[in-house]
């Protein structure tokens, strides 16, 4: 008994000095879950007052209220539409440079296509939404896949005179990424200035020795800057998904094509990449490098010396074209009114390539409507999938869409990667720009859109042709898989907001 006497001492006495500790790391968790609700308040109110809908507002605030310490950081990553000070800074640039403004609007004014008949039906909304006009006298190319599209690149590239301009979302030190590097670094020995624009996200695997052998050459280079400006230091949901080469303000090309083995078809993934680009002379290609232009500015806070003459008019018979920028800079949805209004417009056919399919209400319900009122409506998909969470979410959308009628294929041919909108036919749109919310809202996009039955009709014989390598689906393709995959479905449907 007597020995236990001092062990009980030792036990209370250190028990004395734990109370302490217990209580000031209690205090400091207090402060902290304080500080987090606190957070998650502020973020709530935020929601409420910015989030596009109702229902976005209450999924936020309660994933904000229930789950502070991993919520918070997560919305003010991921739960913000606009893009902040991009529109702001251009405009002062143009305030400082009316003479670059005049000289542009003066280069342009001739060509400005004067829309009548069912031009104005398709395409006079499209300029009220791009604060851009339709050019005429241009002549327009289809490229179809990887061989065609850069092998155009890199003929327009050898015969490059005074600039050349390369915007990519992608661009991997590969064998196609070290071709293009070193077909450039020639033309900048022969005088040729040369400026290479790519998204940091997009082209998170570049490595840093390839930037350096394009400057170390001459090449200026630059990251796109997502997270540039204060308001938009942690922000990473925001990507410039532009896929642009412009060649002495002579000729565009704009389309799907990244810079990438796989998108020559050497994917051992994949085999066949199925894209499509377009290659643009005329008075268009001036609006491109326009393009072109704020987004090197915003990078890299400097102008580009660039001729803003059209080097090519096309005879009488020159195609009515339109450069679509949108992106997450405007207080309108510029990505998703584009869709909505070309299904509105359609009388006869909607035909849709997209390697995604992830819409919000307001698309599916105009392409419910579309088919409702007899259109044909075809959405064309890729059979096997290069991002499984987005191929799982356009499973879910199959049976409602099926029920008004839009009818649904799957690529079997290789992975299918090409943008592509026919309406009727007058209007088609060869671009950058998938049919999923983060195209339409969070990407900064680029869509050639031709207005013209003969370019139509190139389009209508290239998805014929793609049509024929697909398989009809239905709401079985859903409903028959086993329970599991449905689960998953479901849950990469919740996602479906940054898909």
Same mark, same amino acid.
């Given at each position: 008994?007597?020995?236990?006497?001092?062990?009980?001492?030792?036990?209370?006495?250190?028990?004395?000095?734990?109370?302490?500790?217990?209580?000031?790391?209690?205090?400091?968790?207090?402060?902290?879950?304080?500080?987090?609700?606190?957070?998650?308040?502020?973020?709530?109110?935020?929601?409420?007052?910015?989030?596009?809908?109702?229902?976005?507002?209450?999924?936020?605030?309660?994933?904000?209220?229930?789950?502070?310490?991993?919520?918070?950081?997560?919305?003010?990553?991921?739960?913000?539409?606009?893009?902040?000070?991009?529109?702001?800074?251009?405009?002062?640039?143009?305030?400082?440079?009316?003479?670059?403004?005049?000289?542009?609007?003066?280069?342009?004014?001739?060509?400005?296509?004067?829309?009548?008949?069912?031009?104005?039906?398709?395409?006079?909304?499209?300029?009220?939404?791009?604060?851009?006009?339709?050019?005429?006298?241009?002549?327009?190319?289809?490229?179809?896949?990887?061989?065609?599209?850069?092998?155009?690149?890199?003929?327009?590239?050898?015969?490059?005179?005074?600039?050349?301009?390369?915007?990519?979302?992608?661009?991997?030190?590969?064998?196609?990424?070290?071709?293009?590097?070193?077909?450039?670094?020639?033309?900048?020995?022969?005088?040729?200035?040369?400026?290479?624009?790519?998204?940091?996200?997009?082209?998170?695997?570049?490595?840093?020795?390839?930037?350096?052998?394009?400057?170390?050459?001459?090449?200026?280079?630059?990251?796109?800057?997502?997270?540039?400006?204060?308001?938009?230091?942690?922000?990473?949901?925001?990507?410039?998904?532009?896929?642009?080469?412009?060649?002495?303000?002579?000729?565009?090309?704009?389309?799907?094509?990244?810079?990438?083995?796989?998108?020559?078809?050497?994917?051992?993934?994949?085999?066949?990449?199925?894209?499509?680009?377009?290659?643009?002379?005329?008075? %268009?290609?001036?609006?491109? =490098?326009? $393009?072109? #232009?704020? @987004?090197?500015?915003? &990078?890299?806070?400097?102008?580009?010396? +660039? /001729?803003?003459?059209?080097?090519?008019?096309?005879?009488?018979?020159?195609?009515?074209?339109?450069?679509?920028?949108?992106?997450?800079?405007?207080?309108?949805?510029?990505?998703?009114?584009?869709?909505?209004?070309?299904?509105?417009?359609?009388?006869?056919?909607?035909?849709?390539?997209?390697?995604?399919?992830?819409?919000?209400?307001?698309?599916?319900?105009?392409?419910?409507?579309?088919?409702?009122?007899?259109?044909?409506?075809?959405?064309?998909?890729?059979?096997?999938?290069?991002?499984?969470?987005?191929?799982?979410?356009?499973?879910?959308?199959?049976?409602?869409?099926?029920?008004?009628?839009?009818?649904?294929?799957?690529?079997? %041919?290789?992975?299918?990667? =090409?943008? $592509?909108? #026919?309406? @009727?036919?007058?209007? &088609?749109?060869?671009?950058?720009?998938? +049919? /999923?919310?983060?195209?339409?809202?969070?990407?900064?996009?680029?869509?050639?859109?031709?207005?013209?039955?003969?370019?139509?009709?190139?389009?209508?014989?290239?998805?014929?042709?793609?049509?024929?390598?697909?398989?009809?689906?239905?709401?079985?393709?859903?409903?028959?898989?086993?329970?599991?995959?449905?689960?998953?479905?479901?849950?990469?449907?919740?996602?479906?907001?940054?898909?």
């Amino acid at each position: 008994m007597v020995a236990m006497i001092p062990l009980a001492s030792v036990f209370t006495e250190s028990l004395a000095d734990l109370l302490p500790a217990v209580l000031r790391s209690s205090t400091l968790w207090t402060i902290v879950i304080v500080i987090a609700e606190l957070c998650a308040l502020v973020s709530m109110v935020h929601a409420i007052i910015r989030a596009r809908t109702a229902a976005g507002a209450w999924g936020w605030a309660l994933g904000l209220f229930s789950f502070p310490f991993i919520a918070v950081p997560l919305y003010w990553i991921f739960g913000r539409k606009q893009f902040r000070g991009y529109r702001e800074t251009l405009r002062e640039v143009q305030e400082q440079r009316e003479d670059l403004v005049e000289e542009i609007i003066d280069a342009l004014e001739p060509h400005v296509s004067r829309l009548c008949g069912e031009e104005v039906r398709y395409g006079k909304l499209l300029e009220k939404i791009s604060e851009r006009y339709f050019t005429g006298d241009n002549s327009v190319d289809l490229l179809i896949d990887g061989e065609a599209t850069f092998g155009a690149i890199f003929d327009a590239i050898e015969k490059a005179e005074s600039y050349i301009l390369v915007q990519f979302f992608i661009i991997k030190d590969d064998e196609l990424g070290r071709e293009l590097r070193d077909r450039l670094t020639a033309k900048v020995k022969e005088g040729v200035r040369v400026y290479v624009l790519y998204d940091e996200i997009g082209s998170h695997g570049l490595r840093r020795s390839f930037v350096r052998s394009l400057r170390d050459a001459g090449i200026e280079v630059s990251e796109f800057q997502t997270t540039r400006g204060k308001s938009n230091r942690f922000q990473i949901n925001f990507r410039n998904h532009r896929k642009i080469v412009v060649v002495d303000g002579k000729v565009a090309f704009v389309g799907g094509h990244n810079v990438g083995r796989e998108y020559l078809g050497r994917s051992e993934k994949f085999g066949r990449w199925r894209d499509t680009h377009v290659a643009v002379r005329g008075p %268009a290609v001036l609006m491109t =490098q326009l $393009v072109f #232009l704020g @987004d090197w500015y915003w &990078a890299t806070r400097r102008m580009v010396k +660039l /001729d803003w003459r059209p080097h090519y008019i096309a005879p009488d018979t020159g195609t009515t074209v339109l450069p679509l920028a949108t992106g997450p800079v405007e207080d309108l949805e510029g990505g998703t009114l584009f869709f909505i209004h070309s299904i509105n417009r359609a009388r006869k056919r909607l035909w849709i390539a997209s390697p995604y399919f992830v819409p919000d209400e307001s698309v599916r319900v105009a392409l419910q409507l579309a088919a409702l009122r007899g259109v044909d409506v075809r959405i064309m998909l890729p059979e096997r999938p290069d991002h499984k969470t987005v191929y799982l979410a356009s499973f879910a959308y199959l049976q409602e869409m099926e029920a008004a009628g839009v009818r649904f294929f799957r690529y079997r %041919a290789g992975f299918l990667h =090409q943008k $592509v909108m #026919l309406v @009727d036919d007058q209007l &088609a749109s060869v671009g950058t720009a998938n +049919l /999923d919310n983060r195209s339409l809202r969070l990407n900064f996009e680029l869509s050639m859109v031709v207005l013209g039955p003969e370019f139509c009709g190139r389009i209508e014989r290239m998805l014929e042709e793609d049509f024929a390598e697909c398989r009809e689906i239905d709401g079985t393709d859903y409903t028959a898989k086993p329970l599991w995959f449905r689960a998953l479905v479901r849950l990469a449907r919740l996602a479906a907001p940054l898909l």
